[in-house]
Each structure stands twice: as C-alpha cells, then as structure tokens.
C-alpha cells in the first residue's frame, strides 16, 4: 500500500512548483519532504533576488501579472523592449557558446511566459516590477532590462513564502527535517519511493511517483573539489547548505546518467568576512560587485585583474573564479570617498575598514606583504587619472591607466579622497551546472539511455541547460517550468492518466 | 545545614522563586508559538513607532540615546547602552497603541517586555529559546499581579502597562541573566518604587512615554540587583508598600499572585490578544468580518446596493461616527474602517494618516452603511465584542459574515502567518528599506531557533553604506524606509 501518490524532494521553488503542479494535475497525496529543518527551508530560492525571465512579443502582455503598474510608472509599456522566444533562446546559446541543450532549452523558452502566468495564477505568486535590479531611468521614463521585467514580490524570500503558503491552501503536507537517503525501486525497476531519515530514525515511504527537486551540490565540498576542481572547493557557498548532491548521488546510484557541465558553476566576488556559508538573513546581499571603481589587491599585495575591464555584469562571473586562484582565495578591494557613493546598497551588510591614509588603510588589512601593497598602490595612482579628467560611471568612459604591467582600462581614478575604504572579497559559489539527463517530460534516464519509470527532476538538478553560464533571471523559470511538467507528470502516472506529449 | 535562622518569606520572596524556578518544561510548542507571535507582533509596532514624535523628541534631550553601548535602536542605526535603548524601543512599541492587550491586565503585555528583553540579549547574548522563555515568564508575573490587584488598580487611576509591566519586565530580564533569587527579590522590590503611570495622561504622548520608563525602570531593577543594592522583599505587603499605597488595604488579594501559577501558563490565556488593525479594537469584529467577506466573495464595488454593520451595542457609544474629520476620528469610525476593509482588502497604517479618510471611494461606500446595535447580542453576555455585517448588491444578493465574540487575535483565533505579514511589512515599512523586511519576518518566524539574538537584532539595524546620511547619526530619520537603493545603474545588479 503507498502512503503516497506523490513524493517531491527538496521544497526550493522547482519542488514546490512540482508539488502543487501533482496536486492541481490529481494526485490526492502529494507530500514534501525538506530535509532542512523549518527555520532554514526552502533551498536557493530564499538567496535569489526572485527575477523572472521570459519570453513575450508584445510588452502589453505582462500587464496582467502587475495589477496597477500602468499608475505606478509613467509610460510603462515604452520602456519595454519586445523579448521573443528568439531573443531568448539567442541570449541561453550565446551564454553558453551554443551548448544548451536543443530540446530543453526550447522548453524552458517555449514555456518561459505559460510558466510565469501560472506562477501568479495556480501558485498564487504575487509579482512587482523588478525596478531596483533592471530599471534605469532615462530621463522621464524607466527602460528595463530586455526580458527581465518582472519579478516575485519580495524576492526570493517572498517567492518561497508564496509557494509554502499555496502548498498549505492545497493541502500538500510538508515535512521538515525529513532528509531523503536512497530511492526504492520495485521489481520492474521503477522508483516506488523513498528512504527517508528524521528525527524517529529510518524508513521506507512508498509512492507511485517520485520527483527529485533538491538541487545540486554547491554546498558539498568533496563533490566541489572532485568535480569542478580544488579552486572552487575552497569557494565559500552563497547559498543553501543543505544542496549537498544528494539527489544527483541517489539517482545515479539507480543508473541515472550524469549530464551538462558537471565542471560549471556559477559564481561571484562576495564578501569574505562570514564563515563557508553566507548568513541566511543577508539572502543576495553578500555579493560584491563594485570593484570596478576601486582596486583589488590580493594578499601578496598585487592586483591580478583589470578591475575595470567591463560592467560587473560582465566580469563577475570570471571575476569571482578569478579570486578563488589568488592566495588564500581572499582580496580587498579598496576605494576612496569620491566613489563610496556609487557602491551597490549591498555594500552595507559588512563594516568596512577605513582609514584617513592608504598606509593606515593597508596597515589594518589581512595582507602577507603590505610593504608590496602600499607599493601597488602607489604605481596605481600614478598611473591613474583625475575624476575631473572624464570619469563616467555610467558608462565605460576609457579612463584608463598608463603604464601598468597590468592596466585598469576603465573608471582608473586615483585613491586620492580621505577617508580610504576596503572590503574584503572572496569567491562565492551560487549553483552548480552538472544534473542528470532527463527527457522532455523530465523523466530521468538512464546511462542505457532508457527512461527510469516512477522518477523525475526538475530545478538545478537538471544537466545540460547551462554551461559556462547562465543568463540572469532564467533559473527561477526553469525551476518552475520543468517542476510544473514534472509534477504533471508525476499526478499522471499516479492517477493513470495518459498525457499528452509535453510541447 | 546552617544555623542561621531562616528569613520569613515575604510576597516578594515567594514570586522570586516562582520566577527562578520557572518549570520549563510547561511552555509547550503552542506556548512558544503564541509568545513568539506576540514578540514578532511588538517588534513591528514598535518599528512604525520610532519615527513617531513621541520617540523623536526624546532624542532633543541631551543625553537621551548618547549612552554607549551594544543595543540597537529598532530600524536605525543607533546603538547605546541596554537601559537607553528598553527606554526608546519601549516607547515606540506603544507609539501607535497597536501592540498587543490582555484583558485581567487592563494594559498591554508584551510592549514592558520585548524592548529590555532585545536591548539585554543584544548585550550580554542570549538564544532565541531563551529570550522566549523569559518572555513568557514575564507575562505570567505581570498578569498574575494584575489578577491580585485589578479592576480596582486600573479603575483608580493607575497605567497598568506601566505599574505593572514593570514587574514583568523584572522577572523576564531577571530571568534572562539568571539572577538568583535573593538578588531577583530585591530587583522586584526596587521596581516596586519605580512602578508609576497615570491614566490622565491618555492621549498624549506621555502615554507610551510610561511604557519607555517601565521597560528601562525594569532593567535598571535588575542590574542594580546585581551589582549587590538592596531593597525592602517585603515591600509589597508593608503597610507602606505597593499593594496599600497603590490600592488601599482591602482593595488586592495577593493569593491570586500564586494561585494556579503557570497553570495553565498566561500566555496561553484565551483573555489576550493582537492587534491586527490600527484603529479602535471596537471596530475590529466587524472589520474582520468585512475582511474574510472581501476576500472569499468577488465583491464588484460598483454593485454594492448597501452595507448593514451589526455590533454589541457596547461597542457603539465611541465608534459610532459616520463622518470622521481627522485621522484620529476615523481611528474610532467604525464607518470608516468597515468601508476601508471592504474598499481596501485590508486596513493599514496609512489609512489612519493624512486625508486617506476621506477617499472618494471609500466615502462612496460609507454614504451606503449603516451601522447600529445587533438586536441578537445581550447587554449582559459574557461575549460583548460580536459582529455582523451584511453587504447587499444591485441584484439582491446578500453576504454577510457573523462573529459571536473577537477580543484581539489570541490563541481561540491566531492571525495566520499572511496576515502577520502584512501587518509587520505595514508596519516596518516607516523604518527599514522595503527589502530588508522580508529576510526580518522570516528570521523572527523561527526565533526560538535563532543561536544568538544578537545576530536577529542585526536585521533590526537601518544599514547604511559609509558617508550615506543616517549612518552615524544620533536622530532618527523619519523619511521613511524607502526602497533601499542608492542609483539606478545598468550594471549594478548581477545575480
């Protein structure tokens, strides 16, 4: 007897979407099973700031998802460019230098929009510009990033609110502290349940569907060494400590096969002032992404990038990897008072150290050879400019120095306003890319190329969408489309209904 | 064994070692629950009330908030010592009268309490579970008190909040630190002499001001305490004391302080309860009523024939007021705040300040409402705060909604976590940046798991990037949370 029709594993926003999807598709038992305790459930969704890409031709079309937006913004729709599914699935191969997955990638982007409206709809996901993130006034109006206008209200943290709370209105059980430890397979080797370790001890639930959402091993640090290489297993995790693989371990363990970029991840300058895992509270704000209008010097008292070589969008990704292979996968990055304004507001979730004097300043920082920084510095100042001399922040204004074996080609002005600030940065891993092969209707197959009956993946479990990175915006999306098909299916093969294929 | 005589006990002595001894094991998971709720809840008022006048102007007293120390200032950026910061949280946790209230206390019970509760965890450490059961001890020794003393206490004149939360702040800081119960006697007498609060100062700033003195006059009891200064333990029943000098001789029975001690424990009392909206508790039955009609039924405003608001008929005399001119009218309308939850789908802070009532669409619908006494509810039930409203459309149809008793939101009816929400986003909104509220709420959702308060209390600081305005200051900025943004800059932002 199954005590269950449905078992989803994991409770981030790809479960949840799962989950619900199950119970609007007909599956009468659905549970979840968190192995985090309640106080620290929810996976990555918590850390993400909650943005939503899709796909759409007409900018009028979001309308519906941001119930009196027109009031709020003058002129809304005009600073909305047309983001077709050939725009995305351009931005997803360009990314990836063409190595997204042929099909999965057109259903994520076929999808994309669906997906969103039912977010807002069945989940009950409530949805707000993402002004502070893509907005950017220009004169009277805002003009959004392409694709990437809408967001879960409150972030991540509100978009994993939502979904418990539509879990609870549905009557789908959570349970907590429930850490899910081997698939049972029947007879005819399909997945018939779980083995599932909580407080009372060990045991066996049985359901017709199985559904892992418990994403990838960024958290795990054997994993991270073994697979992406001992630079980033020293990287400190940004997000969940509680995506340890196991999902990906459990299901391979059956036959699954490995798929995608096992050796990517996705990582970003952060502060290095925690521990191995970024304080839950500060959700996305451990980033630090502002070095482009300063210097970072790393513990032998050297720079080692063109800090201004782009826009933190562009660079972060590299940079990040970038300090994680300096000494002790630490640098400080340092600014004077003429820039400290243009810090991103994360910036004030850590004290920096201050000083009326670059010496003072390069006295009080966790650096082997201070004599070299000082003298790093220096060269840099002199090789720097003035503001006064054409320093633009808001665009790359080719204030470059000249003269440095290594130059900063953009916004090069001299530390030359007192006080004097550093923060501290390290290299923080936000997901890996490596998952498991699965179909188009996210039944994961096996390394004999067959599907495995009874079970399923969605979210960042999920190989082959990402390679070398990722486009902003598109994880979230992913989680909840191919959750959503997972959990349809998942209902259906506990109901014995047949579907039809997935588009 | 000692030969030295022991001392006879005293009320004092005999509560100072209910206190100490406090058994635990009774706060079960509902007990952590209700407690916690009611911490979360006094944190968010007291987040609206610290850019209120009644918490501004203390900072145009030299030497108010100037005191170093460890303890955060809720939603700025000022630290000061443990004392200045129960005295400044505690006034804004009353700033609005939004906090939550018991009924044997006549007062408010959680506002003594959490404001000297965080300012001492944020100095000294504390974990989250400890902080909530020192809370709930504290209300089991202010409440109790109040059983020996009211209605009599409250009806001669004296703030109970204040006279008695005092002692509740005692027991819960006393607990907290671990004083023993020698020392935790002596703080109780000490508060003793500091309880004060006159209810001819309601409705002014000076009523919240009381809550301030308490919450620190609380503190300052304990740590005189410990540092070894002394007090009469018998200064309750001397003849001198607080119980004949507050009351009179006749007028308390002290028994009740011990009687059923902790059982069952007060906060699990069904006599107390949050405050889900920011007007008169009078107008809360059929608010709530109008809420849960909203929001089950698809009312279509325009299709609204007329709207029959039924209550208790005690609940008339000082709501009753179709036409509200200010906000503070509008307070006590129950016009007014029954069309606001039927126009708005919720009643909110905002809807109390500036014209917002007189908004046209809301007077549209007040022009359709009556309201009147419910001809179904005794003069002389026990359940006195019932309500019914109908809403009748165009075409006929009827809703309605009834609620035979709602005194606040206690343990018979909880708010949910939705609506907990949205009065705290309400709430914090006036002090912290849009976006560090959602991370607060959650980490308070499970402070019984939280390590060290000191790192919740980090959520409550108003943070500020160097050089940006309100960093160092020692005023508080009133401009509001805002959205937490500095520039809108095209590469500001990556995921």
């Given at each position: 007897m199954n005590e269950f029709d449905v078992i989803v594993v994991g409770a981030g926003n790809a479960a949840l979407a799962a989950a619900v999807s199950a119970k609007e598709n007909g599956a009468q038992r659905v549970v979840v099973l968190e192995k985090a305790p309640r106080e620290m459930r929810g996976g990555n969704t918590h850390w993400s700031g909650g943005v939503l890409r899709f796909a759409f031709d007409d900018p009028k079309e979001i309308g519906p998802l941001l119930p009196g937006v027109e009031q709020e913004y003058e002129d809304f729709y005009s600073g909305i460019a047309p983001y077709t599914k050939d725009d995305f699935h351009g931005d997803l191969m360009r990314v990836t230098s063409g190595q997204?997955?042929?099909?999965?990638?057109?259903?994520?982007?076929?999808?994309?929009?669906?997906?969103?409206?039912?977010?807002?709809?069945?989940?009950?996901?409530?949805?707000?510009?993402?002004?502070?993130?893509?907005?950017?006034?220009?004169?009277?109006?805002?003009?959004?990033?392409?694709?990437?206008?809408?967001?879960?209200?409150?972030?991540?943290v509100g978009l994993s609110r939502s979904w418990f709370a539509t879990c609870e209105r549905m009557g789908i059980e959570?349970?907590?502290?429930?850490?899910?430890?081997?698939?049972?397979?029947?007879?005819?080797?399909?997945?018939?349940?779980?083995?599932?370790?909580?407080?009372?001890?060990?045991?066996?639930l049985h359901a017709k569907a199985v559904v892992l959402g418990c994403g990838g091993f960024e958290a795990n640090v054997q994993m991270r060494t073994q697979h992406i290489g001992p630079l980033v297993g020293a990287a400190k995790v940004r997000g969940t400590p509680h995506n340890q693989g196991d999902g990906l371990r459990m299901a391979m363990n059956l036959g699954a096969m490995p798929w995608g970029q096992w050796s990517g991840c996705?990582?970003?300058?952060?502060?290095?002032?925690?521990?191995?895992?970024?304080?839950?509270?500060?959700?996305?704000?451990?980033?630090?992404?502002?070095?482009?209008?300063?210097?970072?010097?790393n513990r032998v008292g050297k720079r080692f990038v063109d800090e201004g070589a782009d826009g933190a969008m562009f660079t972060y990704a590299k940079y990040g990897r970038a300090i994680l292979a300096e000494p002790g996968a630490k640098a400080y990055q340092l600014f004077d008072s003429q820039v400290l304004h243009l810090l991103e507001p994360r910036y004030s979730t850590s004290e920096p150290i201050m000083s009326d004097t670059i010496e003072g300043l390069i006295e009080q920082l966790d650096i082997d050879d201070k004599k070299q920084a000082l003298k790093t510095v220096l060269e840099y100042n002199a090789a720097a400019k003035h503001a006064a001399d054409g320093f633009d922040p808001s665009q790359k204004d080719g204030l470059s120095t000249q003269g440095l074996a290594l130059e900063k080609t953009n916004w090069a002005t001299k530390l030359e306003k007192a006080p004097y600030y550093a923060y501290s940065a390290t290299g923080g891993i936000t997901f890996t890319f490596g998952g498991l092969r699965v179909d188009?209707?996210?039944?994961?197959?096996?390394?004999?190329w067959r599907p495995i009956k009874g079970l399923f993946a969605c979210g960042e479990m999920i190989g082959g969408l990402f390679y070398d990175n990722y486009p902003a915006g598109t994880g979230l999306v992913s989680g909840a489309t191919f959750g959503r098909i997972a959990g349809r299916q998942a209902a259906a093969l506990s109901t014995g209904k047949v579907l039809a294929k997935a588009a | 064994m000692s030969d030295q005589a022991t001392e006879p006990q005293t009320l004092l002595t005999r509560l100072a070692e209910l206190i100490c001894e406090f058994d635990t094991s009774l706060i079960n998971d509902q007990a952590i629950s209700l407690s916690r709720t009611a911490i979360i809840d006094t944190i968010g008022v007291t987040l609206a009330g610290v850019t209120e006048p009644c918490v501004?102007?203390?900072?145009?007293?030299?030497?108010?908030?100037?005191?170093?120390g460890a303890s955060t200032v809720f939603g700025t950026a000022i630290k000061t010592s443990a004392l200045d910061a129960s005295f400044i949280n505690g006034v804004g946790s009353h700033a609005h009268d939004y906090d939550d209230f018991s009924q044997p206390m006549g007062g408010h019970q959680s506002a003594p309490l959490v404001a000297p509760l965080f300012a001492l965890a944020e100095e000294r450490g504390a974990t989250g579970l400890k902080l909530i059961h020192a809370y709930v001890v504290g209300i089991e020794t202010e409440i109790r008190i109040a059983r020996a003393v009211n209605f009599y206490h409250y009806d001669k004149g004296w703030h109970p909040t204040a006279t008695l939360g005092i002692f509740g702040a005692v027991a819960a800081c006393g607990y907290l630190i671990g004083l023993d119960k020698q020392k935790m006697a002596m703080a109780l007498a000490i508060a003793a002499s500091f309880a004060s609060g006159l209810k001819s100062n309601f409705g002014t700033m000076v009523k919240p001001l009381h809550v301030g003195q308490c919450a620190r006059n609380g503190l300052l009891a304990v740590l005189l305490a410990e540092s070894g200064y002394d007090a009469n333990v018998a200064t309750f029943e001397h003849k001198q004391g607080f119980l004949n000098a507050f009351?009179?001789?006749?007028?308390?029975?002290?028994?009740?302080?011990?009687?059923?001690?902790?059982?069952?424990?007060?906060?699990?009392?069904?006599e107390m309860g949050l405050k889900q909206f920011p007007c008169c508790?009078?107008?809360?039955?059929?608010?709530?009523?109008?809420?849960?009609?909203?929001?089950?039924e698809a009312i279509d405003l325009k299709e609204v024939a007329r709207v029959e608001v039924l209550v208790h008929k005690r609940r008339l005399p000082h709501t009753n007021n179709p036409n509200p001119q200010t906000p503070l009218e509008a307070k006590f309308s129950v016009q007014y705040a029954v069309a606001r939850a039927l126009v708005s789908g919720a009643v909110r802070l905002d809807d109390f300040e500036g014209q917002a009532h007189f908004d046209a669409d809301v007077r549209d619908i007040m022009a359709k409402l009556s309201a009147g006494p419910h001809p179904d509810m005794a003069d002389d039930s026990p359940e006195q705060f019932g309500a019914e409203v109908t809403v009748t459309l165009k075409n006929g149809q009827a809703l309605t909604r009834k609620i035979s008793n709602l005194v606040g939101r206690g343990i018979t009816y909880p708010m949910t976590s939705d609506e907990m929400w949205e009065k705290f986003n309400d709430c914090a909104k006036s002090a912290l940046p849009r976006a560090d509220i959602p991370p607060l709420f959650e980490r308070l959702e499970t402070l019984e798991k939280a390590a060290d308060i000191r790192a919740v209390a980090k959520l409550l600081v108003k943070r500020a990037l160097p050089g940006q305005a309100g960093r160092t200051q020692t005023q508080i900025d009133t401009s509001g949370g805002g959205n937490g943004t500095n520039v809108l800059h095209e590469t500001s932002w990556v995921p």
């Open positions: 997204t997955d042929p099909v999965l990638s057109h259903v994520l982007v076929n999808n994309s929009k669906d997906t969103v409206f039912w977010m807002s709809e069945v989940g009950k996901v409530p949805m707000e510009p993402a002004i502070t993130l893509t907005g950017v006034r220009k004169g009277n109006r805002i003009v959004w990033a392409r694709g990437l206008v809408v967001r879960a209200e409150h972030e991540g959570v349970r907590y502290g429930a850490a899910v430890v081997g698939l049972l397979q029947d007879e005819t080797g399909a997945v018939c349940g779980v083995t599932v370790r909580d407080d009372n001890g060990v045991r066996a996705h990582a970003t300058p952060i502060s290095a002032d925690w521990g191995n895992f970024a304080p839950r509270e500060l959700t996305d704000r451990s980033n630090r992404l502002s070095y482009l209008y300063g210097v970072m010097i188009e209707n996210t039944q994961v197959v096996g390394t004999d | 501004t102007n203390l900072f145009k007293v030299p030497g108010v908030g100037t005191s170093p009351n009179g001789p006749g007028n308390f029975n002290a028994e009740l302080i011990f009687e059923n001690w902790a059982n069952p424990l007060e906060v699990l009392s069904s508790g009078s107008t809360h039955p059929p608010v709530t009523m109008m809420l849960n009609l909203r929001r089950e």
